[in-house]
């Protein structure tokens, strides 16, 4: 099978329809990019969300109090994280790192401008709050799960748009971050066409070896035949 797209919106819809995150991930490991996936801990706050754009990747650090001090960012409230959240655009994901885990870096109103901005989610190496209102909005997020505590006088956004490392995955500006139950893949910006295209023809030739299976066909069978299991 050979799918054709022409920008970011149709490829993320195909992705959605015909794909799962661990199609890709399969596809990269064959291409010699072995360590994609963020930890198992950080997933979609629900189930049936899927979270897939290019990065945003935003560098989070952690403040003490609401002390001013001698650079820009400690006198703000946040630090960039409002410059930050309006520069997202269609079909980005917010994705930080970099702070502690005591405190939330996503919430509802965070969620409400990034849907405003066309955004196709977050991805915060942390926890968020607001679950509720995040689930109302349907706005895709994916945490190590919630925590009420707010990261104002504890944390503060330093930078965006610049690379970060998640779990020991390097993220940078425009890479494809795909997400769903199952965990969240980081897909270098130079190897997403070749790792899509692979994914939707092994998603083919899964369905093959379904169907194989499904009339008795041993395993063995189907991996001589198929080169899939």
């Not at 001698?70 to 630090?79: D, K, L, R, V, W």
């Not at 970060?164 to 066409?193: H, M, W, Y």
């Amino acid at each position: 099978m050979s799918m054709k797209w022409n920008n970011d919106t149709e490829l993320f819809k195909l992705a959605k329809e015909k794909l799962f995150v661990a199609l890709v991930g399969d596809i990269l490991d064959k291409m010699g990019y072995h360590h994609q996936f963020l930890s198992p801990q950080l997933k979609p706050i629900r189930n049936d969300m899927v979270i897939i754009g290019r990065a945003m990747p935003v560098l989070e650090a952690d403040f003490y109090g609401d002390h001013p001090g001698h650079s820009e960012i400690t006198q703000q409230p946040f630090g960039r994280m409002f410059e930050a959240l309006d520069d997202l655009k269609e079909n980005e994901v917010y994705i930080c790192s970099g702070s502690s885990h005591r405190y939330a870096l996503w919430g509802g109103l965070m969620s409400t401008r990034a849907l405003q901005c066309g955004a196709a989610g977050a991805v915060v190496h942390g926890f968020h709050r607001d679950t509720n209102e995040i689930e109302r909005l349907n706005f895709p997020v994916a945490s190590f799960g919630s925590y009420a505590q707010d990261q104002g006088v504890r944390g503060k956004v330093i930078d965006w748009r610049v690379p970060i490392e998640v779990d020991g995955v390097s993220v940078k500006n425009g890479d494809i971050i795909f997400g769903d139950r199952d965990g969240v893949l980081v897909i270098p910006q130079e190897a997403a066409t070749e790792a899509f295209q692979g994914a939707f023809e092994k998603a083919e030739g899964e369905n093959e070896v379904l169907q194989a299976l499904e009339k008795g066909m041993t395993t063995v069978e189907a991996f001589q035949k198929f080169g899939i299991m």
